[in-house]
């Protein structure tokens, strides 16, 4: 499965953006896709998932509310609708494909990694 998210951006507080993760490949190979982000001198921290064959999606705390996930499976695209953005959501944000094992908040166990892309909340 190969992966690629764009859409990244400057943003002022309380603004939205709308990222893309694009896919392509075996993605029957793929139960889980999740959004990571990972702000300069952090780790890289999980921002929310969808399961792949029911569409249910999850979130961390910090963006619940603001944050939603979407998969559109005519574009072959999932989406990250980000609205009431905030200065702390500043990061390079990855989409990733659950490997299966462990704990799906773990970004160690996601691979095919997509080119991150930045997003920047400053006024």
């Known amino acids: 499965v190969q992966l690629q998210a764009s859409g990244g951006g400057l943003v002022e507080p309380g603004g939205s953006l709308r990222l893309s993760c694009g896919y392509s490949?075996?993605?029957?190979?793929?139960?889980?896709l999740g959004w990571f982000r990972q702000a300069p001198g952090k780790e890289r921290e999980y921002v929310g998932a969808?399961?792949?064959?029911?569409?249910?999606?999850e979130y961390r705390d910090s963006v619940k509310g603001r944050f939603s996930i979407s998969r559109d499976g005519v574009k072959d695209t999932v989406y990250l609708q980000m609205n009431q953005l905030k200065p702390e959501d500043t990061a390079v944000y990855f989409c990733?494909?659950?490997?299966?094992?462990?704990?799906?908040?773990?970004?160690?166990?996601?691979?095919?990694w997509g080119q991150g892309t930045q997003v920047t909340v400053s006024s």
């Open positions: 969808i399961a792949w064959s029911t569409g249910v999606t």
């Open positions: 990733g494909v659950f490997r299966g094992h462990g704990s799906y908040y773990s970004g160690d166990n996601y691979g095919n």
């Open positions: 490949g075996r993605t029957s190979a793929i139960s889980v």
